[in-house]
């Protein structure tokens, strides 16, 4: 049995997360404790007592210390079926963190495996839905990953309600050296990079994006749609930002923007402006822009445990977040595995064999 202190590093849901899906590939049990023991709240919550149900159903494990605020969590899983899975996280908590919690796993299952969730898809402290498709699938994708996610209906804080589907199929993972390959489009144009005329793959160019609001007049997800437009244009970089408005169950805003390995986010919150989100956004995709960085700093961290199982991997990133580091020190409990940090030319590279 593995025993993992909950209060490593970052010391939040994601080590926990990052454990039970490794459990789940190697066949090890797994005893975290001290499980977000520095957060305010600590202890599991409702949104990770769901996450960690639903593994254990898909892996048929045994389980114990599941209910909320525990600070301890056994986890003994026994074999990755497929099947069709519907789960209710009951509030808003976040449908991608569920997520991550399980899909590591899932291409190691014995047939494909249907998820329907409903909860949160776009709120704070969690990668949005959009950033999840577009993003880290199309990483994932490199990586020899077979999975999709559809949005079916959006949900905010604090009422959640919004509904995904997602399908993955048992694939097997191989290595894959990410690196920036191409410019972002500027001003009308592309700027061809050394990598990029040396047989580098581009994945990026013009940066899309999603504006939305539900149940908000239609010039809220306009008005951030032209702030982040605007904002990108005087650094230089064309974008085309769809604009989507819509009545459903909770309500609320929010804008992601991305191309390539990298992306952004920002949702909208009571008092403020719908020009203010839209910046947001785009200040964050800026920053990592104006990088040689393969992969943005979100995606850094999410790449951990794939390309450990995957093996022979690398990317760049401009900064190595203590989430980052933590996920490394979980991943090299259960694998075999040793990743290399070297820090050259202001940014980190990032490698497993």
Known sequence: MIEIDGSYGEGGGQLVRTAVALSAVTGKEVKVTNIRKNRPNPGLKQQHLKALETAARICGARVSGLFPGSSELFFAPVEIKGGKYDIDIGTAGSITLLLQCLMPALPFAKE?????????????????????????????????????????????????????????????????????????????????????????????????????????????????????????????????????????????????????????????????????????????VISEFRTSAAVDIHLADQLIPYMALAGNSSYTVRELTLHAATNIWVTEQFLDVKFRIEEKEGLFEVSVD
Do not use: M
């Open 112 to 284: 494909k495996v249907e998820l329907t969730i409903i909860g949160g898809t776009d709120v704070a402290w969690s990668p949005t839905t959009d950033y999840l498709q577009h993003v880290t699938f199309g990483a994932l994708e490199q990586l020899g990953y077979a999975g999709n996610v559809t949005l079916k209906e959006r949900g905010y804080y604090p009422r959640g309600g919004g509904k995904v589907s997602a399908v993955f199929e048992p694939c097997r993972l191989h290595g894959f050296h990410f690196r920036k390959t191409q410019e972002k489009k500027r001003a009308g144009k592309n700027l061809i990079s050394e990598e990029d005329l040396h047989g580098g793959q581009s994945q990026e160019g013009e940066i899309t994006g999603i504006s939305h609001a539900s149940n908000l007049p239609a010039h809220v997800p306009a008005r951030q749609a032209e702030a982040a437009e605007s904002l990108l244009l005087e650094a230089g970089y064309d974008s085309r930002i769809d604009i989507q408005s819509h009545e459903s169950f909770s309500t609320g805003s929010g804008i992601t923007l991305w191309t390539g390995y990298c992306g952004g986010s920002a949702l909208g919150e009571r008092g403020l402006p719908a020009e203010k989100v839209g910046r947001r956004a785009a200040e964050e």
